[in-house]
Each structure stands twice: as structure tokens, then as C-alpha cells.
T-cell receptor, first 112, second 111 residues
Framework: EAGVAQSPRYKIIEKRQSVAFWCNPISGHATLYWYQQILGQGPKLLIQ????????DSQLPKDRFSAERLKGVDSTLKIQPAKLEDSAVYLC??????????FGEGSRLTVL | SQQGEEDPQALSIQEGENATMNCSYK?????LQWYRQNSGRGLVHLILIRSNEREKHSGRLRVTLDTSKKSSSLLITASRAADTASYFCATDGWGAQKLVFGQGTRLTINP
């Protein structure tokens, strides 16, 4: 069974630029999550989808972050414009039943 | 906001010794899970314990849950170098599907 795929693995941008991350969850998993993990900290939930509907986006900075999950499968997370404090690893996870999460390898963002 | 708080933040032991990590949380939970994260990688699910369970085993892992103290512990017996990683507890509340992670314990196993 293929795992959660994320790309790109690494991205370096300057502040005020934009960036997009892509996630392909495990086939059949209805729930998809985006987490932000700052170095030395635990993952923080940004947004949770159930199929293509948003379940929770209470911690998503909506003035600069956006996410979509078209057709209830792949998802993209966009940051525009990026700030220095957005430097982090962006983790995508999926779950068949919103209990055990399966994580991708993450996309490491460095904002200069 | 972070729900779980792990203790200690860092732990260094010799190979073959047992490692114990603790997690405390603030509000009532439905389930508590433990995840491992190797450096530069994603998180891997280790074990889930439900609020009506007190202890659970999986291979060299033993998890306990004390809902009266709002705390859990993860014991890794006979540690190996490959156990070197960060360990996170994560909780979800009744009716809330959101899984909230703690800050993690960084475990180093010295050969």
C-alpha cells in the first residue's frame, strides 16, 4: 500500500513570496490533515478535511494560508505572502476513520 | 493550543535500558495515541489507548493511562539504537475529531 505522498520535500523562498505544497493521501482515506511543525515543537493542526469539506480550520492563518481538497482526494496548501515565522515542516496526514493518522515525509519550508 | 505535555523534554540512556516518557493533558479525552518521529521524517503511529483502558502492550512498548490524573506513560523496554527518535503523545476529545499533539520527548539511545 502506497503511503502519503508530499511534494516538494524542500523549498527555500524569500519573505513575501508564495509557495504551494501538494499532498496525495492513502487511497480511500476520507480524512486529510495539514499540520505545521516548527523546529523543536510538536505538530500543530492547520486544517482538517473530511472528503472535500473542511472540518476544522480554526488555527489556519486565513489572511495568508489557504488549502483546498478538490474531488476529495489530493490537497494543496498555499502560503501567500510568506513570513519568516512560516519556516517549518508542513506535514500532511490521512486517516480512514479520523483515529490513527498516517503521515507523509513532510515539506520543509525555509523563508529567508 | 497544545493539549499534551511530555516529560522529560529530552532523555538519553544506554542501549538495553528501559525508557519511560510521560504525557499530561488538560481536558477529558476519548483516545490517547503515541507517535514516533525519526529525524527529518514524518510521524509514525505506535499505539492507541482508549479512555476506558488502563494499560496496553505492543511488542516492547507498554502504555498506561490514568484518566484521574490526566496522564499517560510510554515505556520502551530493552532499548535499541534504532529507538532514537522524538516521541509525541496526541489526544482527541469526545465529539472532537481533532488530534492535538504535545511538544514531544527527544530520546537518544547510546550504544
Amino acid at each position: 500500500e502506497a503511503g502519503v505522498a508530499q511534494s516538494p520535500r524542500y523549498k527555500i523562498i524569500e519573505k513575501r513570496q508564495s509557495v504551494a505544497f501538494w499532498c496525495n493521501p492513502i487511497s480511500g482515506h476520507a480524512t486529510l490533515y495539514w499540520y505545521q511543525q516548527i523546529l523543536g515543537q510538536g505538530p500543530k493542526l492547520l486544517i482538517q478535511f473530511q472528503n472535500n469539506g473542511v472540518v476544522d480550520d480554526s488555527q489556519l492563518p486565513k489572511d495568508r494560508f489557504s488549502a483546498e481538497r478538490l474531488k476529495g482526494v489530493d490537497s494543496t496548501l498555499k502560503i501567500q505572502p510568506a513570513k519568516l515565522e512560516d519556516s517549518a515542516v508542513y506535514l500532511c496526514a490521512s486517516s480512514p476513520g479520523a483515529v490513527e493518522l498516517f503521515f507523509g515525509e513532510g515539506s520543509r519550508l525555509t523563508v529567508l | 493550543s497544545q493539549q499534551g505535555e511530555e516529560d522529560p523534554q529530552a532523555l538519553s540512556i544506554q542501549e538495553g535500558e528501559n525508557a519511560t516518557m510521560n504525557c499530561s493533558y488538560k481536558t477529558s479525552i476519548n483516545n490517547l495515541q503515541w507517535y514516533r518521529q525519526n529525524s527529518g521524517r514524518g510521524l509514525v503511529h505506535l499505539i492507541l489507548i482508549r479512555s476506558n483502558e488502563r494499560e496496553k502492550h505492543s511488542g516492547r512498548l507498554r502504555v498506561t493511562l490514568d484518566t484521574s490524573k490526566k496522564s499517560s506513560s510510554l515505556l520502551i523496554t530493552a532499548s535499541r539504537a534504532a529507538d532514537t527518535a522524538s516521541y509525541f503523545c496526541a489526544t482527541d476529545g469526545w465529539g472532537a475529531q481533532k488530534l492535538v499533539f504535545g511538544q514531544g520527548t527527544r530520546l537518544t539511545i547510546n550504544p
